[in-house]
C-alpha cells in the first residue's frame, strides 16, 4: 500500500519559516516526480514546488521562488519543503504528491497525502 505522509506544519508568524516532510512507503518513486500542492479556503488546489528523483530537476511556483526550497533524502524515503520568509497569503493545507514523469500536475499526481496545515499570522 502506497502511502504519503506530510509533517512539519503549525502556526508561524509572517517571516518566519516552516520544514514540512513528506515520508513515502509502499512503492519504488525512481520513476515519478514528487512534490507539493497547497490549497487556501475557497480556493483552487495549486502547484507548488516539484523534484525529480536525483534533486537534479526542481520547479517551483513563481509565487515561492527565492523563499520555498524542495529537496529529498532518498535513503530516508522523503521529500522536504523549507518554507522561509512566510507571508499570510502562504496559509494553506500543503499536500505532498507523486505522479509519474515527466512533470507533476493536480491532474496528473496519482497519489497524494492528507495535508499538513500551515498558517501564518501578521
Known amino acids: 500500500q502506497v502511502q504519503l505522509v506530510e509533517s512539519g506544519g503549525g502556526l508561524v508568524q509572517a517571516g518566519g519559516s516552516l520544514r514540512l516532510s513528506c515520508t513515502y512507503s509502499g512503492r519504488t518513486f525512481s520513476a515519478y516526480i514528487m512534490g507539493w500542492f497547497r490549497q487556501a479556503p475557497g480556493k483552487a488546489r495549486e502547484f507548488v514546488a516539484s523534484?525529480?528523483?536525483?534533486?537534479?530537476?526542481?520547479r517551483y511556483a513563481d509565487s515561492v521562488k527565492g523563499r520555498f526550497t524542495i529537496s529529498r533524502d532518498n535513503a530516508k524515503n522523503t521529500v522536504y519543503l523549507q518554507l522561509n520568509s512566510l507571508k499570510p497569503e502562504d496559509t494553506a493545507v500543503y499536500y505532498c504528491a507523486a505522479a509519474p514523469l515527466p512533470v507533476l500536475t493536480t491532474s496528473n499526481a496519482n497519489y497524494w497525502g492528507q495535508g499538513a496545515q500551515v498558517t501564518v499570522s501578521s
Open positions: 523534484i525529480n528523483w536525483s534533486g537534479g530537476a526542481k
